[in-house]
């Protein structure tokens, strides 16, 4: 399975972008996607995923109103994208998408350990 992040790179703050993370390299029935982040200096961070039934969401607090996250299901390639509006200066961080096809139906979880493929990361850089 390859996952490919795109979309990263410099803006200011209040500026917008939109990230997306390409699966491949198998057929899924269903997986949740999440995006992580990290900061240089800081530890890796959940911020946004979508479970595996596409009904539920989860945010961490500091992106909530500002970040959505979304998912295109087929059963050959996953796409998905990560809307970043009203961006911060402490938004900057490499983001990563990464896959589960083992969590339940309906969860999304803020544990790494849960996610079976990750794709590289993308920079996103806010200047204030």
């Known amino acids: 399975v390859q996952l490919q992040a795109s979309g990263g790179g410099l803006v200011q703050a209040g500026d ?3 990230l997306s993370c ?3 390299g ?3 029935i269903r997986v949740a996607m999440v995006w992580f982040r990290q900061a240089p200096g800081k530890e ?3 911020v946004a995923g979508i479970s595996k039934s596409g009904r ?3 945010y961490t ?3 909530k109103g500002r970040f959505t996250v ?3 299901n087929d059963n050959a390639k996953i796409t998905g994208h990560l809307q970043m509006n009203s961006l911060k200066p402490e938004d900057t961080a490499t983001y990563y998408c990464a896959l589960s096809s083992i969590i339940g ?3 999304v979880t803020s544990r790494s350990s849960e996610y079976d493929y990750w794709g590289e990361g993308t920079l996103v850089t806010v200047s204030s």
Do not use: C, G
Request: no cysteine; charged share 40%; aromatic share 16%.
């Open 61 to 63: 607090d500091s992106v």
């Open 70 to 72: 979304s998912r295109d």
């Open 56 to 58: 539920k969401f989860a």
């Open 44 to 46: 890796r961070e959940f």
């Open 26 to 28: 198998r057929s899924f």
């Open 22 to 24: 390409a699966a491949s």
């Open 16 to 18: 917008s972008l939109r």
């Open 105 to 107: 139906w309906d969860s």
